[in-house]
């Protein structure tokens, strides 16, 4: 199984900062990676896909790079509804497999 | 808008299986495109792909719980359904069912990220 390293696994940052998450493959996953960000008592939301492509309907402020098997994802200024746990997948193996998940709280 | 709602017993009994089922509303299940996937996230944890299934039929597990998961379709009802036998208190979790756009191939396995979500559904497993 590929394994996915996030980090760091919580931060806290005030509103308009940058906040930068990264996820590391245990092995070669190319650009298939995604990114989603979960609010508390709620279901994951898609953010990005094939590691730097955002999906409908997402604010520009949300990025992500990387290929192979390093990744970033970035909030370019931090907002209060921003609030969540952020996890990244890879889908370039089966079985599929996450992250651990970043908290991301506002300081 | 494409909607998926899980449904199903939020307590199991030890030993026994776990059944749930995930009702698709505004598109069809049988879209060539999509597989359709479970993942469960215990409390307070991180999120674990159990598997997936396409309209055909065709069935995808992890292997971390392939004895023990099957997954079916019922195209007529545009519903997938989960059975998960032998449970413990390890399978205590939120339950999700989710579309998943087919975007490659790991031999000949689909992959694919998850665009939509159920809302999830707790699912216990106490006496």
């Known amino acids: 199984d590929i394994q996915m390293t996030q980090s760091p696994s919580s931060l806290s940052a005030s509103v308009g900062d940058r906040v930068t998450i990264t996820c590391q493959a245990s092995q070669d996953i190319r650009s298939y990676l995604s990114w989603y960000q979960q609010k508390p008592g709620k279901a994951p939301e898609l953010l990005i896909y094939d590691a730097s492509n955002l999906e409908r309907g997402v604010p520009s402020r949300f990025r992500g790079s990387g290929s192979g098997t390093d990744f970033t994802f970035t909030i370019s200024s931090l907002q209060p509804e921003d609030i969540a746990t952020y996890f990244c997948?890879?889908?370039?193996?089966?079985?599929?497999?996450f992250g651990g998940g970043t908290k991301v709280e506002i300081k | 808008q494409l909607q998926l709602q899980e449904s199903g017993p939020g307590l199991v009994k030890p030993s026994e299986t776990l059944s749930l089922i995930c009702t698709v509303s505004g598109g069809s299940i049988s879209s060539s495109t999509y597989y359709w996937g479970w993942i469960r996230q215990p409390p307070g944890k991180g999120l674990e792909w159990i598997g997936s299934?396409?309209?055909?039929?065709?069935?995808y597990y992890n292997p971390s719980l392939n004895s023990r998961v099957t997954i079916s379709v019922d195209t007529s009802k545009n519903l997938f359904s989960l059975k998960l036998s032998s449970v413990t208190a390890a399978d205590t979790a939120v339950y999700y069912c989710?579309?998943?756009?087919?975007?490659?191939?790991?031999?000949?396995?689909?992959?694919?990220?998850?665009?939509?979500w159920g809302q999830g559904t707790l699912v216990t497993v106490s006496s």
């Open positions: 299934i396409y309209y055909s039929g065709s069935t």
């Open positions: 989710a579309r998943g756009p087919l975007r490659g191939y790991s031999g000949y396995d689909p992959t694919y990220y998850f665009d939509y």
């Open positions: 997948q890879q889908y370039d193996n089966v079985p599929l497999t």
